[in-house]
């Protein structure tokens, strides 16, 4: 199985479609540093399922701002229980729908970001028609022209591994206090683990790097049928670059 990077093409030379998206995310955790390991914000971590309507303490997670430990640890172990299967909370990991209006006519299959990946109702369907693994839409609180169908977004969940033979330092264990794990030090070159990808999801954010939004040949096909879509795509490799090869 082959996997691809994806990423927003944003030279609008390259691509027909011309749309823009205003949006922030309905709850977030705040900032925070860890007294222990020192982690700070991730990047590129969100859950849009996650709904946090029903806290007494909603209100406190719609301000983007940096607190201390002792303030963000109770905010943290509120949400825990409303966290997907396998999630481990970050400071500035972004929950709910994201609220706000886009501008233009998005393809069935779009992004914004290179973390952030949308679909229309069209591109679900065709995702979905194909047995796609990881495919879980969420409606977003996106408004747009009225004749621009709903816009969804699709939860990303964790995934991808460095190969063993890109000679990274196994990670320590999960942090005592955050829960974080780290690397000691990530490699310039690395390609993908073949052997746990191939039983795992067609579409998921890296490991180590969350700004990085991973998909199989497979989501490629599906995305190619639809045409121009305003997305790159990029091959991640799994096995050694060459020298003069493509890397990540």
Request: aromatic share 8%; charged share 20%; net charge neutral.
């Amino acid at each position: 199985m082959r996997y691809f990077s994806l990423a927003p093409i944003f030279d609008l030379g390259d691509t027909r479609w011309r749309w823009s998206l205003n949006a922030k995310r309905r709850w977030a955790l705040p900032g925070t540093e860890c007294p222990h390991c020192h982690a700070g914000p991730a990047l590129g971590i969100d859950y849009p399922s996650v709904d946090l309507s029903g806290l007494p303490e909603e209100r406190q997670y719609r301000k983007a701002r940096f607190v201390p430990w002792s303030e963000y640890a109770p905010l943290q172990d509120r949400v825990l229980p409303l966290l997907p299967a396998g999630a481990v909370p970050r400071s500035g990991m972004g929950m709910g729908p994201l609220v706000g209006k886009a501008r233009g006519r998005p393809p069935p299959v779009a992004m914004d970001m290179p973390w952030r990946l949308f679909a229309q109702p069209e591109g679900v369907e065709r995702l979905l028609a194909a047995g796609l693994r990881g495919i879980t839409p969420i409606p977003t609180a996106v408004t747009a022209a009225r004749d621009v169908p709903p816009l969804l977004e699709l939860e990303l969940q964790s995934g991808g591994n460095f190969a063993p033979e890109c000679g990274v330092a196994p990670p320590g264990a999960p942090c005592t206090v955050c829960g974080v794990q780290r690397l000691a030090e990530a490699p310039k070159v690395w390609w993908l683990d073949p052997v746990e990808n191939s039983s795992s999801l067609d579409l998921f954010r890296f490991r180590w790097d969350p700004t990085v939004t991973v998909v199989s040949e497979r989501f490629v096909e599906v995305l190619r049928s639809l045409g121009d879509t305003g997305i790159q795509i990029r091959e991640v490799p799994t096995t050694e670059p060459s020298a003069t090869g493509t890397h990540p």
